[in-house]
Each structure stands twice: as structure tokens, then as C-alpha cells.
């Protein structure tokens, strides 16, 4: 059974401050990692994808993956309170070639106190 | 604008009742998948469609059915069968392969057995 694991939360972290956010996956063969953004209510949004180990940063988002360590992590820098919301962490189960089938982990709630 | 719509936003269903849940999509996406998300729980497959009248079981199946008769359309019937049905339903689509770049979702259907 392929797994991708995140502490559920919530963690609170003050405006302006850094989040972290981790994730650790089982399936060695893993070649795609997504970071999608959960409004309470709402459907998940796509906030930032990263396939190569190292670091991607986008805006205030970067994601780093380590692939030796089955790790992947989100940072958010100057932290706000809209940032508040479960952030799920995803994995592409390569079975084969043509799947593209995603993995998700259960979540973790952020809250941003002001 | 490109996008998948899911209706209807919320639905009531009574016992021993079979629903329908409907998912749109004009991106062009080869894949779609149905999603069902309880409270405070991350997201578990129910079924997904790589291609036009195919489509495979994910892990919690069991009590409902899927069809893909167009591209664009991946209608989900939740049946009598489905013993807990109430919870958030969620439609993403995807391209397939190795340029994937993670799901987009629709807007949900919350669904309530009354």
C-alpha cells in the first residue's frame, strides 16, 4: 500500500512568520509532487508541483523535495492570514506509464494568527 | 474559460435511493477520477477513467458505479448499496503520462442522506 504521510495539525505560526510544512512519502518510484491549497468547504487548488530534488520557490511558496529521504516539504514566507488552510501533500503513483494516478495525504491544517 | 463543473452543488438523497452526480470538463483531459472527502479526512478514490468507455476501481468502490461515455463527461451514481454515502465528492481531471502536471478540480457536491 503506497502511503504519503503529514501531521495532521493544526500548527499555528504568526503573520509574517515562516511555515513549514512536510510530508513523507513510501513509493521509491515517485517522479511527480504536488502541493495543493484547501479552502474549509472548498475543493483543493493546485499551489505548486516540483519533480526534481532540490528546491522551487514560486512567490512566497517554495517546495523542496528529497528524494533520497522520501521527503518533500512546503515553505511559505511572510505568512499571512488568507494562508490559513489545509495544505495537502500528493504523490504520482507511476504503476505504469500511461497512469497518472495521485496519492493524497490526509492534510495539515495551518492557522496564521494574526 | 477552461474548467470542470460538478453539480449539483448540494444534494439530499433518501434511503435506498439512487443519486446521480454530475462532472464537466473543457480542458481536454484524457483523465478524470471521482474523489470522496469526509470530515476532517484526507481524499480516497472511488473511480477513475484514463480514457473514453474505460475505467478502473480506486480504493473504496464499492457501492458506486461510474460511466464514461464522452471526454468531456464522467457522471458518478452513488446506489443503495452505498451504506454511508454522506460526505464531500470530489471530480478532478488530469492529461495522462509523464506531462502530467497534478489534477484540476471541480467545485464539489456536498451529498446528505436525509
Known amino acids: 500500500q503506497k502511503e504519503v504521510e503529514q501531521n495532521s495539525g493544526p500548527l499555528s505560526v504568526p503573520e509574517g512568520a515562516i511555515a513549514s510544512l512536510n510530508c513523507t512519502y513510501s513509493d521509491r518510484g515517485s517522479q511527480s509532487f504536488f502541493w495543493y491549497r484547501q479552502y474549509s468547504g472548498k475543493s483543493p487548488e493546485l499551489i505548486m508541483f516540483i519533480y526534481s530534488n532540490g528546491d522551487k520557490e514560486d512567490g512566497r511558496f517554495t517546495a523542496q523535495l528529497n528524494k533520497a529521504s522520501q521527503y518533500v516539504s512546503l515553505l511559505i514566507r511572510d505568512s499571512q492570514p488568507s494562508d490559513s488552510a489545509t495544505y495537502l501533500c500528493?504523490?504520482?503513483?507511476?504503476?505504469?506509464?500511461?497512469?497518472?494516478?495521485?496519492?493524497f495525504g490526509s492534510g495539515t491544517r495551518l492557522s496564521i494568527r494574526p | 474559460d477552461g474548467g470542470i463543473t460538478q453539480s449539483p452543488k448540494y444534494l439530499f438523497r433518501k434511503e435506498g435511493q439512487n443519486v446521480t452526480l454530475s462532472c464537466e470538463q473543457n480542458?481536454?483531459?484524457?483523465?478524470m477520477y471521482w474523489y470522496r472527502q469526509d470530515p476532517g479526512q484526507g481524499l480516497r478514490l472511488i473511480y477513475y477513467s484514463q480514457i473514453v468507455n474505460d475505467f478502473q476501481k480506486g480504493d473504496i468502490a464499492e457501492g458506486y458505479s461510474v460511466s464514461r461515455e464522452k471526454k468531456e463527461s464522467f457522471p458518478l451514481t452513488v446506489t443503495s448499496a452505498q451504506k454511508n454515502p454522506t460526505a464531500f465528492y470530489l471530480c478532478?481531471?488530469?492529461?495522462?503520462?509523464?506531462?502530467?502536471?497534478?489534477?484540476?478540480f471541480g467545485s464539489g457536491t456536498r451529498l446528505t442522506v436525509v
Open positions: 500528493a504523490v504520482n503513483s507511476q504503476a505504469d506509464s500511461s497512469a497518472s494516478k495521485i496519492i
Open positions: 480542458l481536454n483531459h484524457d483523465a
Open positions: 478532478a481531471s488530469s492529461r495522462t503520462g509523464r506531462d502530467s502536471y497534478g489534477y484540476t
